[in-house]
């Protein structure tokens, strides 16, 4: 056996997972135990896994093993999402031989070359990553997966169970057909799948706002129809850009006159608009000239930019410069341009005069926003094109999820960008000031060489719009528990903005949609209630697929029709379509869906939106945990770049236990986790001193009866186990890994500083109680700890930890905590002392001034005038008024500063007397106690009740 600490853990989890395995120790079946249905989203396989992806996937199975110790029969189930084109286009992209594909696959993901040439399907490559990458190394994290109910989205099975799902959502009326934004290709002149993509294949499709500035042009009055994704802005726009030398046309759309780019005309004329080209001119015969912002009433000018990217938007740019680095930049440029400005007839004053205006207030600028981030990446020019995109999306992530409105956006004053921007959105479009137009993210081509547009075309959709539907929703959202609670508004929010989805797809993975098989059900919306699937997947294992009808489907979800008639129309035998009936009734309501925030717009809201429409109320979901991303050396994580750290390396350098608790005691689920190697490394020493002092200590110490220090320490583990057991409810843990680790590790330094012998039941109770509360973390080194010091079975099983009422010793907690303030002083006086001391003397306050805390507590709770209270005390107590003044104004200032307990001065003298030899050792020296009252040194007036005063001589 190896001495290094690093092999023994390796051979430690290595152990246990294969105990688990051949126990079969979270298979988990129908009892008479409560029941806990805990899921998280389904990995999509179209690369490795990284330590992001042990972030989300982890959490899950923490609080799955902390609710199996609570005595709950736990499901905690896992399959594999492949539907859509993400992974055909990665094989492709492959087989065709593409560089940055076979790099970051080969390098990144360190896939053998050979491996990547034996791919010749999509399911191979999917299958690789699913067996070579997810599941092994979710086995190697020791997650509690109950594996007989694994799947993929490709499987016929699913596929069937999707099926029933859009009949029914067909036959309720919320799924129909009408046109939708399309991929189209103006060279073929007709629609496109990614399959058939040159360029582009993750390009988004982006609803741009158009917001109509209004002027003259030969004497008619115009539109100009600025692009943006940022609307909110409008209430900061200062003037306007166009490309001196870009094709515009002035044409009448839908009745009115507008001025858009040639490539604009053209997508909008697919976009189910009615449009006539008058005439055709060049973007700098307007520069100088003044146009209406329709919100605000502002006129601006325009202004001549060779940024303008005709081909995107409509052509044309309003500029907010205080919220946006581009436009920033570009301002000061055109500020010191004064030959090209005079160039167009501008007065150089004209620009030197605009100031951005902010209308968008958050914690994180104090300034300007697109200034400071400008500053912050070190951005001068508008050639610095990569600096200017980080900051401009640093700038909109920022403004977006914590940024209000301020007092110049009239009405939406103090809103929040994330909620009000979609509500914006839609009263502008009502009051005619604003419009849209499809256009993609990047550009977008063809094979044939033609450019794909958006176009408006025949679709399926989703109708989330429905009024009924989002009532019921809304309703739902009401009564489930969401962590965090700051989320509800985001749900909110998205169950109010969607509208029709279009749900299909007519190419990739998936299942075809059983109404109209020219179609795929696209990703997004197959992936809405397989949790049900979860539960009935082992039981249908050996079904034919063929045999799984909607009605079988509508008996085991919702007891439709009888088992005979079940039995009889799809030659299912009865057990089977009972046992999964079982299955069903007993795990449903699912109690815990968690995934990542960013899917609160679509995978999770989803979820709600066809539970309330398949299922009965009584199977509606009851709760979601949402969390942040993870982070490597400060950078967000990404597979495209390269910038990872894979399970594989962590789990071999730092071990399994360590990686998860890393991620999960060092900040809050909902918060983004950073993977600093010094920070784990720090963390690995830690596990390692939990093994060894826990062995260490187990079974030492002596005999006897609790003694004050010994009840002590078990009043507050108790308050450990309370508090530790309140985070891991409430999904925090962080607040639980501190008080299971960090808290029992300080009480046991303090139990072993105070004792010059331990408590044998003492010691073992706590040492027992922290193995146990770090289980769910770590689960690996408690259950080799557990066999280690004696216990029988795996800590997996045992039962969690609960505070005992009759182990509760306030006094004993009060005097402990007393005397800690005690050193804490002497400490501090020390670091202030220059001269060599032979004694301490302690001087604990009279009774009179404890009869003044005692009142001043009372009235500080009450918190009443400053009069009032000088009056009460002055009439309770010996004391002149201007020594209450004194305390009064110093207490009623920090109120938190009062001690928890007034002893009195007896039992303070007391408590510092039976400590008295601890201190003495402690410090070294000789320790005097006395009263104020005893005391003729002039500093014993200092004393206070619990903070006595503190002479060295």
Known sequence: MSDRFEDRMTEIESKWQEKWEEENLYESDPSNEDKFYITVAYPYPSGGMHLGHVGTYTLPDVFARFKRMQGYNVLFPMAWHVTGTPIIGALERLQED?????????????????????????????????????????????????????????????????????????????????????????????????????????????????VKFKGEYKGDEVYLPMATLRPETVFGVTHTHVKPQGDYVIAEVDDEKWMISEE?????????????????????????????????????????????????????????????????????????????????????????????????????????????????????????????????????????????????????????VNSIKDVLIKDFEDAGYFDSIYDFSEKVVCRCGGEVIVSMQQSWFLEYGDKGWKDKVHSHLDDMNIIPDEKREDYEHTIDWLESWPSIRNYGLGTDLPFDEDFVVEPLSDSTIYMAFYTIRHVIQDVSADKLEPEFFDYVFNQEGTIEEVEDKTGIEEEVIEEARE?????????????????????????????????????????????????????????????????????????????????????????????????????????????????????????????????????????????????????????????????????????????????????????????????????????????????????????????????????????????????????????????????????????????????????????????????????QTEFEPEEIEQYLKEYLESPGDLPDTVFGQNEEKEIIQNNKKYLEEEFNTWIKISTEGESEDEKAERSEPCKPAIIMK
């Open 98 to 210: 593409e560089e940055d594909q076979w790099e970051t696959l080969t390098e990144t993901y360190n896939v053998p070359e050979e491996d990547l040439k034996a791919m010749e399907e999509p399911m191979d490559y999917a299958e690789y990553f699913i067996n070579n990458s997810y599941k092994p190394n979710m086995k190697k994290l020791g997650y509690s997966v109950d594996w007989r109910r694994e799947f993929t989205t490709n499987d016929n099975q699913y596929n069937r169970f999707i099926e029933w799902q859009y009949k029914r959502l067909r036959e309720k009326g919320l799924m129909k057909q009408g046109m939708h934004p399309t991929k189209y290709c103006l060279n073929d002149e007709n629609p496109v799948t990614t399959h058939d993509l040159l360029e582009g294949e993750d390009a988004e499709r982006q609803e741009y706002s158009l």
């Open 264 to 416: 604009a005309q053209k997508k909008l004329s697919h976009q189910d608009r009615d449009i006539r080209v008058l005439e055709e001119l060049k973007g700098g015969d307007v520069v100088g000239q003044y146009f209406r912002n329709p919100v605000t009433d502002d006129q601006v000018i325009m202004l001549p930019a060779d940024f303008v990217d005709t081909d995107s938007g409509s052509g044309l740019v309003m500029s907010v410069p205080a919220h946006a680095p581009y436009d920033y930049i570009a301002l000061q440029e055109l500020k010191d341009s004064e030959e090209t400005l005079q160039e167009y007839g501008i007065t150089p004053n004209e620009v030197r005069n605009i100031e951005p205006k902010q209308i968008i207030n958050t914690e994180e600028y104090t300034g300007l926003p697109a200034r400071e981030a400008c500053e912050k990446h070190g951005i001068s020019s508008q050639d610095d094109k990569k600096a200017l995109e980080e900051a401009t999306e640093e700038v909109y992530e920022k403004e977006f999820h914590n940024g209000k409105l301020n007092a110049k956006c009239g009405e939406y004053t103090s809103e929040s």
């Open 583 to 875: 299955q069903f009734d007993y795990w449903y309501p699912l109690d815990w869906r968690t995934s990542a925030y960013p899917l609160i717009q679509n995978h999770l809201t989803f979820m709600l939106f066809h539970h309330t429409a398949l299922f009965e109320q009584e199977d509606w979901p009851r709760g979601i945990a949402t969390w942040g991303l993870g982070k490597l050396e400060g950078k967000k994580m990404s597979s495209s770049k390269g910038h990872v750290e894979l399970p594989d390396n962590a789990i071999q350098e730092y071990g399994a236990d360590t990686t998860r608790f890393f991620i999960f005691a060092s900040r809050e689920p909902w918060q983004d986790f950073d993977w600093n190697t010094d920070d784990v490394q720090e963390y690995f020493n830690k596990i390692q001193n939990f093994y060894d002092r826990s062995k260490e200590l187990y079974n030492t110490g002596e005999e006897r009866e609790n003694n004050r220090i010994d009840r002590y320490v078990l009043s507050k583990l108790q308050k450990i186990i309370r508090d530790a057991t309140n985070g891991m409810e409430d999904f925090q843990t962080r607040k639980s890994g501190l008080n299971g680790f960090f808290e029992v590790n300080s009480l046991i330094n303090r139990y072993r500083n105070r004792s010059e012998n331990l408590n044998r039941k003492v010691i073992n109770e706590v040492v027992e109680t922290q193995i146990k509360l770090m289980a769910p973390f770590t689960p690996h080194i408690c259950e080799e700890l557990w066999e280690e010091i004696g216990k029988e079975g795996f800590v997996s099983d045992s039962k969690w930890p609960t505070p005992e009422q009759e182990k509760m010793d306030e006094a004993a907690e009060s005097a402990e905590e007393f005397i800690r303030t005690v050193e804490s002083d002497i400490r501090s006086l020390e670091d202030l002392v220059d001269d060599e001391y032979e004694e301490i003397r302690i001087i604990v306050s009279n009774k009179a001034k404890r009869n003044l805390f005692n009142e001043m507590t009372d009235l500080v709770e009450e918190r009443p005038e400053f009069g009032e209270a000088m009056q009460k005390l002055i009439e």
